[in-house]
């Protein structure tokens, strides 16, 4: 089964779905043109508190932050919406765009002195075939596919407006909430589940 | 004696484990590949689909299956990574005989040197001690061929009734409960059922981490709007945004499920017309549980007496639900109890046989399902036949052209053959696709057992820390460099191909049995010169049976992307889901339900040892370790094992986040960092068993077993906690390398 560019699929990221295996990290490693670097991030949010991970592909936002902050115009994004890892022939190493990237995504690969950040599979995408992460994520929380496909299998609304202070960032990559007017998904908060911030029930069986 | 020749510093410099990093040439290689073969994951029992890439006789990466059904590409960091094992510097490529003199305590020798040796030490064990002293100890990473060749050759070529499989330390609780109560041991469904059911329920089972892709199943549920309820003494993954979520304390699940029986019972939420036509003995169930009121449950398992009438209310109340259980409950001297009285909430709400309702074991190993129907269990012959049934034991001889009397009585599981090895009645042993040393329970018992073997032949494709005991090492063969079928854990029969043929002078596995066989004088029974003539046989023998797979063939399985048993004849269709219209497999067409009273596991905490132990797996370790230890991706992940424990306890301990603390119990003890978290019961410790000698978890468990299943308890046992001064940092290594770039 593959795509075709009238389907426009969309990568969506539902982090409640994350099991925190990090097969989206090894896979990444193993796309045709990553050769062994994963260009991903998985990160535990409080392991002392919580199993919660947080599945971080690039966003690819609109107008991206990483190109808009690079001094060397190493940045490019493709007629599709995909921004790039810097060229390298113009990347000076500067991680500009590592520290000004308001997700975290963008990867200065020290021994390559480039910066490498998730390209959406492109050499996959481009064929109509998922990207690495999303075709072998286990609970799919990284998911790719058509907006059809999306409303008639999941639940969950789909955001990817996002304010970071006064900077209003529109990204391709979507996320998913429960509620599109309460903002993004509190992953840490409660009141969702009564059982959660006492799960072994310490406090009920107290005498 | 089958002690190791030489430290295990010595052993490990010569044999690994050593970490396979990158694919043959390199990440910048840039290899094409020359074919692309369709097959499986060689890991757990969901049997993911996967396709292999390969060039010349290497497999150089993989590309998801998007096509097969069960898995449509989904992979684990396990499967992603598993043709890491490939092209391994710790590959065995020859015959090896112990040798203390040698470098690694062991000299290659030649196959026929080698195989002439295992038939002498057998022959000699046997004729001075009857042919029950040697034993065969085999596994279900093996394929259905292979498992189906095993069973016969112990029984034909050894002639010795002790062969056991290690399934014993896995699924035998299920399957034994499974046998009683619904007389069929398989996966009540195939998976495409769990996204119909209104109330998914988890009992024991970190799926997130075991069973990484069930939990999209369980996900597709949810989006319907099922609910979730998860039942395990750590907040695992799948149970963070449970609807509701049982924190019970380790062996205590029967006392839930009975006091769950009691709600169904006392709200008369039951499925009168089910029961009436398609059980017996409800009344027996309904007693056991007269008093099992939620008050009286909640004393034991610590579950907060609402939530257990909120879990009765929600299966009681729902027309279609799923249990799945695996390991915590079923790695019990209650394991048969406990899957018992889970059936018995599936029998009361008539939750069998229909669109998205079961209540199924999660088969845990690779071939789980398969490994242990075509008679490599102790008491076991093909099509899950019994080996005591003069009849069962007649037709299997007209199968195999054998005098019925040829074929060995009941032999003993494998717990008691490591028991047996150790009071030194049986002495000698043969293992393929099996690790005690790592996966039996009280592991300084087991390394005491294989020591006092009088002779040790290991068939491994890594050097296992069981092999490091063995005499002769016989190099076999690995899951891509063999062609055969295995049976999934949803009882789907699915096609195995090779990618590669075995390197240097290793064998394929059946290869070196048959050779054996012959060197035996017994090569009468095994003239085969390919594994599709062992599943032609496989498929005869077990016609009849109840794992009947008669009508199943490697071009049907491959075209149809799997086949469920029963298959009984040629062109039937296969059985996805089981039960359908309340018929089971008890001659009288009806299941059982059983009376489950209460009873504590075998070891319960005191004042010496006042904490509960339970152990278990991480997502990116695969059982004993002998393959997932070999790959760096793998191990970077989740380097060595961690003692998890709630900040309470480990505020009574005076221990935080990376401190060492030390862990005693009555067999052993360890030491290894804290991991503080709020995600297990505070009286309860979590340590995760994949590594061998000072780091192994099973140096603490316990060796009593189930009374009917005979399998160890691994899921509970007493120990105490100290500090034991030093820090380990538990940052996980990977994230520096992530940001600094991997050489």
Not at chain 2, 144 to 157: C, D, M, T
Not at chain 2, 666 to 674: K, N
Request: proline letters at 6%; a negative charge; hydrophobic letters at 35%.
């Amino acid at each position: 089964m593959r795509y075709t560019t009238d389907d426009a699929p969309i990568f969506v990221i539902d982090q409640s779905r994350c099991i925190g295996c990090e097969a989206c990290v090894q896979a990444c490693m193993e796309c045709g043109t990553h050769r062994g670097r994963s260009l991903i991030h998985l990160e535990h949010v409080d392991r002392a508190s919580t199993t919660q991970t947080a599945p971080m592909v690039c966003m690819h936002c609109e107008d991206p932050t990483c190109a808009q902050v690079c001094p060397a115009d190493a940045i490019k994004q493709t007629e599709g919406g995909i921004v790039q890892s810097a060229l390298k022939p113009r990347c000076i190493g500067c991680s500009n765009c590592v520290i000004a990237c308001p997700f975290g995504v963008p990867k200065y690969m020290a021994e390559l002195d480039q910066m490498m950040k998730c390209d959406m599979c492109t050499d996959r995408t481009s064929e109509g075939l998922k990207p690495m992460c999303a075709s072998v994520c286990p609970s799919q929380a990284l998911w790719y596919g058509t907006i059809d496909e999306y409303n008639d299998t999941r639940r969950g609304a789909l955001l990817r407006d996002f304010f970071f202070g006064r900077q209003e960032v529109r990204t391709k990559v979507y996320t998913v909430v429960d509620d599109l007017s309460a903002g993004p998904l509190d992953v840490m908060g409660d009141g969702q589940r009564s059982w959660l911030d006492d799960p072994f029930g310490l406090d009920e069986a107290a005498p | 004696m089958a002690r190791p020749p030489v430290s295990e510093e010595e052993l490990v410099a010569r044999y690994g484990p050593h970490l396979n990093e990158a694919p043959p040439g390199g990440w910048d290689a840039g290899v094409t590949p020359d074919r692309v073969v369709n097959t499986h994951c060689c890991f757990c029992g969901q049997q993911c689909g996967i396709k292999l890439k390969a060039l010349d006789n290497a497999v150089v990466g993989f590309e998801p299956w998007y096509e097969f059904p069960f898995n449509e590409g989904k992979l684990c960091p396990k499967g992603v990574k598993r043709y890491l094992q490939g092209n391994h510097p710790d590959r065995l490529l020859h015959p090896l005989e112990r040798d203390s003199a040698a470098s690694g305590g062991f000299r290659p020798v030649s196959w026929d040197h080698a195989l002439d040796r295992v038939v002498g030490e057998v022959r000699r064990i046997q004729a001075t001690h009857g042919n029950d002293a040697v034993a065969m100890l085999s596994g279900v990473s093996l394929t259905n061929e292979k498992s189906y060749l095993i069973g016969k050759f112990a029984r034909l070529a050894l002639q010795t009734a002790n062969l056991d499989y290690n399934g014993r330390y896995c699924m035998v609780s299920a399957g034994t409960g499974n046998k009683k109560a619904l007389g069929i041991d398989r996966a009540s469904n195939p998976w495409s059922d769990i996204p119909l059911a209104d109330v998914v329920w988890v009992a024991g089972s970190n799926v997130a981490e075991t069973f990484p892709i069930t939990t999209s199943y369980v996900w597709r549920a949810r989006d319907r709007g099922a609910r979730l309820i998860v039942q395990d003494p750590r907040v695992v993954p799948l149970a963070r945004t449970a609807d509701l979520f049982l924190g019970v304390r380790p062996g205590t699940d029967s006392a839930l499920f009975g006091a769950v029986l009691h709600q169904l019972i006392r709200h008369d939420w039951l499925d009168h017309a089910f029961i009436d036509a398609h059980t017996v003995d409800f009344e027996h169930a309904a007693a056991a549980v007269t008093e099992m009121t939620s008050q009286w449950a909640s004393d034991i398992t610590g579950v907060p007496a609402s939530r257990i009438e909120q879990a009765a209310e929600w299966w009681g109340t729902a027309s279609t639900g799923m249990l799945l259980h695996a390991r915590g409950i079923e790695q019990q001297t209650k394991g048969v109890d406990n899957v018992l009285s889970a059936i018995n909430l599936g029998l009361a709400t008539g939750k069998f046989g229909k669109p998205g309702c079961g209540v199924t074991t999660i088969t845990g190993q690779g071939n789980g399902q398969g490994g242990r129907e075509h008679g490599h269990k102790c008491d076991q012959l093909p099509g899950n036949r019994d080996i005591t049934n003069p009849d069962h034991r007649a037709y299997i001889a007209s199968v195999w052209g054998c005098d019925e009397a040829e074929i060995p009585g009941r032999g003993i599981p494998a717990q008691e053959i490591i028991e047996a090895i150790h009071a030194g009645q049986i002495k000698g042993l043969i293992s393929i696709c099996f690790n005690p040393a790592v996966s039996a329970p009280d592991s300084n018992f087991t390394a005491e057992a294989l020591g006092r073997l009088e002779f040790y032949a290991a068939i491994d494709f890594f050097l296992s820390e069981s092999g490091h005991h063995a005499d002769i090492v016989l190099p076999g063969s690995l899951h891509e460099e063999d062609e055969g079928t295995s049976t999934s854990g949803e009882g789907r029969i699915i096609k195995i191909n090779p990618a590669v043929t075995p390197p240097g002078e290793a064998r394929r596995d059946w290869e070196i049995l048959i050779d054996l066989a012959e060197r035996l004088g017994r090569g009468k029974y095994f003239a085969y010169t390919s594994t599709r003539e062992m599943f032609e046989e496989l498929r005869i023998a077990s016609a009849g049976g109840t794992a009947d797979y008669s009508g199943a063939t490697w071009e049907r399985i491959e075209t149809e992307m799997g086949l469920f048993w029963p298959i009984p004849g040629e062109g039937h269709p296969g059985t996805p889901r089981l039960f359908e219209g309340g018929r089971f497999y008890h001659p009288d067409g009806k299941a059982r339900f059983h009376g489950v009273a209460f009873r504590e596991s075998a070891e319960v905490v005191d004042d010496e040892y006042p904490i509960w132990l339970t152990t278990g797996r991480v997502v990116s370790q695969y059982l004993s370790g002998t393959q997932t230890r070999r790959i760096a991706g793998l191990v970077d992940q989740y380097p060595e094992p961690l003692c998890e424990m709630h900040p309470r306890l480990a505020e009574r301990l005076g221990v935080t986040e990376g401190d060492r603390v030390t862990v005693r119990s009555r067999r052993g003890e360890m030491t290894l960092p804290a991991h503080v978290v709020t995600t297990i019961r505070p009286d309860t410790v979590f340590i995760p068993y994949h590594w061998p000698g000072a780091r192994s978890a099973n140096q603490l468990t316990n060796r009593a077993v189930d009374p009917a299943s005979k399998m160890p308890e691994f899921k509970v046992a007493a120990v105490r906690v100290t500090t034991a001064g030093g820090r380990t940092s538990t940052t996980d290594a990977r994230d520096l390398d992530l940001t600094e770039g991997r050489e």
